[in-house]
């Protein structure tokens, strides 16, 4: 057997033992997700508005139509979750999309 499938199956053996509640003396790392916020009409529009962004600019920092936008403002849909993540990071920090290269001002 190789060295590679020997660290493999030993590799194998210890996450069973840790699977088993087993002490391997091994590190492990929990990571949790939070789910992305939520946001009304209201805040989607106060938040555009706050960066200064038209509802064209803003739709394309996001990745979506300016019709999601406005369908978004005016409450007859929702962002979805990766949209909802762009829009809490754009809450969380106001000059995202310029900070990230998305927005490029001149």
Do not use: Y
Request: charged share 30%; net charge neutral; proline share 4%.
């Amino acid at each position: 057997m190789s060295e590679v499938c020997k660290d493999i199956m030993s590799s194998l053996n210890e996450l069973i033992e840790i699977a088993e509640g087993k002490e391997t003396g091994a590190i492990i790392h929990k990571r949790t997700v939070r789910e992305p916020e939520t946001f009304t009409p209201q805040q989607i529009k106060e938040l555009r508005k706050e960066t200064g962004m038209t509802q064209k600019v803003f739709a394309a920092c996001i990745g979506v139509s300016a019709k999601s936008i406005e369908a978004w403002e005016g409450g007859r849909s929702r962002p979805d979750g990766a949209a909802r993540r762009i829009l809490g990071l754009m809450k969380s920090h106001p000059r995202f999309a310029e900070d990230m290269g998305i927005l490029i001002t001149q």
